[in-house]
């Protein structure tokens, strides 16, 4: 269905192209879309048809047509089985499985977190702090092919609440990953900012842009492993996030040449042969720890979760290659023995 609005022209839009204006002021989603608008008669200045090209002036009345958007369909609750770790009125836990999306996306409608969580406990108690409809829940995401430990949230104000504290570095959010290459100092910190890469839309890039956004990023070496026939050696590493960008760890690892193995977008710096992804299917990133303050009660909660199989396949191939453990790497490994396995 169509609707014909109206635009008067201010001193500012004087001069300007009917096409480009009726862009600039977000009457049509882009210059083309008003351009063709304009060239199938939905537009008229003054009660008359124009070309594209005409200029506007001051005091003339622009009416364009446009199409009402479509009543949003409610998203669909479907029975997708969850690892939840804890579970209260105001909050949930779970370990994600590689290769769920946390939410609806053009190439991801359905089958996602989000309608896990709503088969689970209902679309009017989760959260809605995204400003996206697709969002309910989420408070923090893990790319589909990341495993671990993640935060839901079930009302509003405890949601935004665990996103401050994510914001203001309050959670504990600690990952493991296998990176190519032996990392030679035991701890460091990649403090580079991160924005979408200028070749790729799809991928994010360490960049000088003003786009780019804080991204901090520290890590423990907890294993070396010395190199092999096809493979340079790697190092198991303990990152933790101070920010929450796309990708981050990936980008800020290959910002490094120790790209994450397994990586199939972010491996510019890493071994050619396919042998040195130690057949996996996806990066070796698992979201190992996760400590945060109760948003409602304030308690301090920590969890702790175990690697997935695929993940211990591939370390356990390397077991006899390795440098020994670091003292970081003893600490982490006993919590690990202690941490409930992954169900899925």
């Given at each position: 269905?169509?609707?014909?609005?109206?635009?008067?022209?201010?001193?500012?839009?004087?001069?300007?192209?009917?096409?480009?204006?009726?862009?600039?002021?977000?009457?049509?989603?882009?210059?083309?879309?008003?351009?063709?608008?304009?060239?199938?008669?939905?537009?008229?200045?003054?009660?008359?048809?124009?070309?594209?090209?005409?200029?506007?002036?001051?005091?003339?009345?622009?009416?364009?047509?446009?199409?009402?958007?479509?009543?949003?369909?409610?998203?669909?609750?479907?029975?997708?089985?969850?690892?939840?770790?804890?579970?209260?009125?105001?909050?949930?836990?779970?370990?994600?499985?590689?290769?769920?999306?946390?939410?609806?996306?053009?190439?991801?409608?359905?089958?996602?977190?989000?309608?896990?969580?709503?088969?689970r406990c209902g679309a009017q108690n989760l959260c809605d702090v995204q400003g996206e409809r697709d969002r309910l829940g989420i408070v923090h995401r893990l790319d589909r092919d990341?495993?671990?430990?993640?935060?839901?949230?079930?009302?509003?104000?405890?949601?935004?609440?665990?996103?401050?504290?994510?914001?203001?570095?309050?959670?504990?959010?600690?990952?493991?990953?296998?990176?190519?290459?032996?990392?030679?100092?035991?701890?460091?910190?990649?403090?580079?900012?991160?924005?979408?890469?200028?070749?790729?839309?799809?991928?994010?890039?360490?960049?000088?842009?003003?786009?780019?956004?804080?991204?901090?990023?520290?890590?423990?070496?907890?294993?070396?492993?010395?190199h092999g026939e096809f493979d340079d050696g790697y190092t198991l590493v303990d990152c933790k996030l101070f920010t929450g960008r796309t990708h981050q760890i990936r980008v800020h690892?290959?910002?490094?040449?120790?790209?994450?193995?397994?990586?199939?977008?972010?491996?510019?710096?890493?071994?050619?042969?396919?042998?040195?992804?130690?057949?996996?299917?996806?990066?070796?990133?698992?979201?190992?720890?996760?400590?945060?303050?109760?948003?409602?009660?304030?308690?301090?909660?920590?969890?702790?979760?175990?690697?997935?199989?695929?993940?211990?396949?591939?370390?356990?191939?390397?077991?006899?290659?390795?440098r020994g453990r670091t003292s970081a790497g003893e600490e982490v490994f006993a919590l690990l023995e202690g941490a409930p396995r992954p169900r899925l």
């Open positions: 269905m169509t609707r014909s609005l109206c635009h008067v022209a201010t001193a500012g839009d004087a001069g300007a192209r009917i096409d480009a204006l009726l862009a600039a002021r977000g009457f049509y989603p882009s210059r083309s879309a008003a351009a063709r608008a304009v060239e199938e008669g939905r537009v008229l200045v003054n009660g008359a048809p124009v070309a594209k090209r005409q200029c506007v002036r001051a005091g003339d009345a622009v009416v364009y047509e446009v199409e009402d958007a479509p009543e949003p369909t409610p998203l669909a609750a479907q029975p997708i089985d969850l690892d939840v770790r804890y579970e209260d009125g105001h909050v949930l836990v779970l370990s994600k499985q590689a290769g769920l999306v946390c939410h609806p996306s053009v190439d991801h409608e359905d089958g996602t977190l989000v309608n896990a969580l709503i088969h990341t495993s671990g430990l993640m935060l839901a949230a079930k009302d509003d104000e405890c949601g935004l609440a665990l996103m401050e504290a994510i914001r203001a570095r309050a959670v504990d959010r600690r990952y493991l990953a296998l990176v190519h290459g032996v990392v030679a100092h035991d701890t460091g910190m990649i403090d580079a900012p991160i924005a979408r890469s200028a070749g790729e839309r799809t991928r994010m890039a360490v960049r000088d842009v003003p786009s780019a956004r804080e991204a901090v990023t520290t890590f423990r070496v907890l294993e070396r492993f010395d690892m290959q910002y490094t040449r120790h790209p994450v193995v397994g990586d199939p977008v972010y491996c510019a710096h890493a071994p050619r042969d396919a042998r040195a992804q130690l057949g996996l299917e996806r990066q070796f990133l698992h979201s190992f720890r996760l400590e945060f303050a109760h948003p409602a009660t304030g308690e301090e909660l920590s969890f702790a979760d175990g690697l997935p199989r695929d993940l211990e396949r591939a370390l356990a191939g390397l077991a006899g290659r390795s």
